[in-house]
């Protein structure tokens, strides 16, 4: 059982540090031993394409794609029955299952709010409500201790009814009322999902309102009477890897096969599928309608729906679309994962930026020329710093930076023409993680969260007008923290590449390589791993052991919360 806690930031550019010792630790040098040798063959035969022909020769177990078929079933059947041996026959299991249970549906949890309309939605799931409860309440009712909560949609109940294993998957709400929702539910938690049409005050399915067929759709609201749509229209309209690459029109009353041809990319493209997004302004104005086709995990191209024609975008291939600026002139803000120029004005990789749409579309360039980079750079990060969540806006913008792993909430305030930005912090402990939760354009206000490896959440509501925030709610300690202590270390990889991370420890830990460590680290697909206080973890295994060790870097992607959205 682990007893000491390693968190390994897997990306160098990734924020958070705390110390930078000039001498490696006993962890660091354990780091050093464990790092694998190379490989001493080459990796296996791949296809040279993605033909269904070419890769069914290749793949020996390409099989398993049949999810519900006997053989995948029975095949995960018998992995789980080695991993149950193995779990259930220590004699601390079935004590630490309860333990981390009974936290994790604990009735003292911080519910997370999202705005919805004049009031706050929550998902809630616990002991009784295992599928969950889509709930509702007041601002004000939300800052007590025990808010008055109305139910919107029972899933337990939903599924007892209509005798399916549906799972919540989420919320789509038409602004500004945002009375009618596009809710997704997935039979048994696949990734595909069934989207039926909610009327939030009726508080129930609209008849003969919008309704999917289970697939991977990509949905947005255009108004009351219209979707933009990303999904299986049949043979010939996904991609290899079975997601969507066309965008259609869908009206109110409307079959699917008779929607209208809005985007098409290619059965080629890589990435996860065409997206359409309507962004809107404080009262539900359409600002702007933004497509993105991936190319593949990380690369993609823009383009912004002008009337009935889909127009490119000149923006990066290695780009984040956070949202769009609508006072004055419609601004698009974005992150750029690679450097770019435009206009003659260079950006480096990392930056956040806040563009004239017209500036970005074909010649004639658009509206005016560029002439400092602080008229359209918001924040260009160190080589340790990094912008994480993004939240957007009528005329300023709030961010999540890391700097060295130590995160903040800062909001961006455009001083006018040539004036670049101003960065005012919100209120927030040092070298702590940061989230950016739900907001509201139209009332101004932002929840945001901060924590630490020892430290419970603290849920707090912004200003962004006066640039003040106050704690609504902290979650409750469910361990005695004061005996640990956080350290902050760096490790050098091969390529000289210094990766940062935590131990967490007992502050009497024998640091001589006796003690027993738990490492963990995450990197892939550019995600990294905000790091977070492990209630059911801290409860029973590490502590028991005496160590604990947690992963850490920058803030990971936002996580993908059941939830209500907003369009």
């Known amino acids: 059982m682990a007893a000491l806690a390693i968190s390994l930031a897997a990306c160098a550019a990734a924020p958070e540090q705390q ?13 050093r031993v464990a790092e694998p040798a190379p490989a001493a063959s080459s990796p296996p035969h791949m296809p040279k394409d993605l033909a269904p022909d070419t890769v069914k020769a290749s793949d020996e177990f390409l099989w398993l794609e049949d999810v519900n078929g006997k053989k995948s079933l029975d095949w995960v059947k018998e992995q789980n029955a080695k991993t149950d041996a193995v779990l259930k026959g220590d004699p601390r299991y079935e004590t630490f299952r309860k333990e981390a249970l009974a936290i994790l549906t604990a009735q003292d949890r911080t519910p997370e709010p999202q705005f919805r309309g004049d009031g706050i939605d929550n998902f809630w799931q616990d002991a009784k409500q295992v599928r ?3 709930r509702r309440t007041t601002l004000e009712s939300y800052q007590t201790e025990k808010p008055k909560w109305q139910t919107v949609l029972d899933i337990d109940a939903l599924a007892k009814r209509e005798k399916k294993n549906w799972i919540f998957k989420g919320a789509d709400c038409l602004q500004p009322e945002e009375t009618r929702c596009l809710v997704s539910l997935s039979d048994g938690g696949k990734d595909a999902v069934v989207v039926r049409e909610f009327d939030t005050v009726e508080k129930k399915f609209v008849q003969n309102g919008f309704s999917l067929p289970e697939g991977k759709h990509r949905i947005a609201w255009m108004d009351n009477d219209t979707l933009l749509v990303a999904t299986d229209f049949g043979p010939g309209s996904l991609t290899e890897s079975g997601y969507p690459f066309m965008v259609k029109a869908l ?5 699917l096969a008779n929607a209208v041809d809005v985007f098409k990319g290619a059965a080629r493209d890589g990435g996860y ?19 993105t086709r991936p190319l593949d995990t990380f690369r993609q191209e823009t383009y912004e729906l002008v009337g009935v024609r889909p127009v490119k975008l000149d923006l990066p291939q290695r780009v984040t679309v956070r949202g769009v600026l609508s006072n004055g002139q419609p601004r698009l803000v974005f992150s750029i994962e690679e450097a770019w120029k435009i206009n003659n004005t260079s950006a480096q990789a990392g930056a956040l930026m806040a563009v004239p749409m017209g500036m970005l579309k074909p010649p004639p360039p658009g ?6 980079t602080k008229d359209i750079t918001i924040f260009e990060p160190t080589a340790r710093q990094s912008v994480e969540e993004v939240a957007v806006f009528d005329d300023r913008i709030v961010a999540a930076l890391y700097d060295n792993v130590r995160g903040r909430a800062v909001v961006f305030s455009d001083k006018g023409e040539f004036g670049g930005w101003t960065e005012t912090a919100l209120p927030s402990p040092e070298n702590s993680a940061i989230h ?5 354009r139209k009332a101004r206000q932002l929840f945001y969260s901060y924590e630490g490896f020892l430290t419970p959440s603290t849920l707090s509501l912004a200003n962004v007008d006066a640039f003040k925030a106050g704690v609504v709610k902290k979650s409750p300690e469910k361990f005695d923290a004061s005996k640990d202590v956080v350290e902050q270390f760096e490790a050098t990889s091969r390529d000289g590449t210094k990766a940062p991370y935590f131990l967490v420890r007992p502050k009497d830990a024998q640091m001589d390589g006796s003690t027993p460590t738990m490492m963990f680290g995450y990197g892939g697909f550019r995600c990294r791993i905000r790091r977070s206080t492990s209630l059911s973890l801290a409860s029973c295994g590490w502590r028991r052991a005496g160590r604990m060790s947690s992963p850490t870097s920058a803030a990971a992607a936002s996580s993908a919360r059941p939830g209500t959205r907003r369009r």
């Open 367 to 372: 509206v005016g020329a560029v002439l400092t």
């Open 132 to 134: 969950g409860l889509w």
């Open 251 to 255: 009206n109110r009353g409307q079959k």
């Open 436 to 440: 950016l939760g739900s907001y509201s």
């Open 19 to 31: 110390a930078q010792p000039t001498a490696e630790t006993p962890a660091q040098q354990t780091a």
């Open 273 to 291: 599928g065409v997206s359409p997004d309507v962004m809107r302004g404080s009262s539900g104005q359409v600002v702007a309608v933004v497509i």
